[in-house]
């Protein structure tokens, strides 16, 4: 089938930067849209950042201005920087993908999520 693996999570200090990276490989025949979400302890999953097929970028406000979400088509991997990071971006960050596989179904996967850990 298909599968997502993220990389790049980690310990950071409050002002810090990191770059996540989630790569798709499988059967995929395309990958339309490109995202990362956000879980922390107690709370609902959230939505950080997303990137269309075309480049279009949507960001949640909490992350507008900081976080930069990218895209290498000829690797299908999605990028996600994280610049001035806070203690409240602590969380498990997945990635997802929306793919058409070689067999003609369209899925929205998921990555195996990676914590990412902003001490101040």
């Known amino acids: 089938q298909v599968q997502l693996v993220e990389s790049g999570g980690g310990l950071v200090q409050a002002g810090g930067s990191l770059r996540l990276s989630c790569a798709a490989s499988g059967s995929i025949f395309s990958i339309n849209a490109m995202g990362w979400y956000r879980q922390a302890p107690g709370k609902q999953r959230e939505l950080v950042a997303v990137?269309?097929?075309?480049?279009?970028?949507n960001y949640a406000d909490s992350v507008k201005g900081r976080f930069t979400i990218s895209r290498d088509n000829a690797k299908n991997t999605v990028y996600l920087q994280m610049n001035s990071l806070k203690p409240e971006d602590t969380a498990v960050y997945y990635c997802?993908?929306?793919?058409?596989?070689?067999?003609?179904?369209?899925?929205?996967?998921w990555g195996q999520g990676a914590q990412v850990t902003v001490s101040s």
């Open positions: 997802n993908a929306d793919v058409t596989t070689t067999n003609w179904s369209t899925v929205r996967y």
């Open positions: 990137i269309t097929s075309g480049g279009r970028r």
